[in-house]
């Protein structure tokens, strides 16, 4: 059974840079067809920020693909999230999500912008 668990800081000061990690277990991040960052606003729907493919190519959402970078480490089967320049609309619940056949979600971290 695969699971995916984000972790990170919970509070980011404006202009800094948030930066988070999904770790998975029972399946290699290799292997697995994309491994995505989708995240929740308060009061909004879900967002799709960007993904990286099972090649190591990465895709992003054009509204925020000049500050997001999505990339991984093999050797600890993880992969990782940085947003830069953040502001209090970047406050939302991050999760990450793993598609192979069947679709994966971390439980989602609570992520407040503030200073």
């Known amino acids: 059974q695969v699971q995916l668990q984000e972790s990170g800081p919970g509070l980011v000061k404006p202009s800094q840079t948030l930066s988070l990690t999904c770790t998975v277990s029972?399946?290699?991040?290799?292997?697995?067809?994309?491994l995505s960052w989708i995240r929740q606003p308060p009061g909004k729907g879900l967002e799709w920020m960007g993904l990286i493919f099972y090649s190591g190519n990465t895709a992003y959402s054009p509204s925020l693909k000049s500050r997001t970078s999505i990339s991984r480490d093999t050797s600890k089967n993880q992969f990782s999230l940085q947003l830069s320049s953040v502001t209090p609309e970047d406050t939302a619940v991050y999760y990450c999500n793993a598609n192979e056949i069947s679709e994966y979600w971390g439980q989602g971290t609570q992520v407040t912008v503030s200073s």
């Open positions: 029972g399946g290699s991040i290799t292997t697995t067809d994309t």
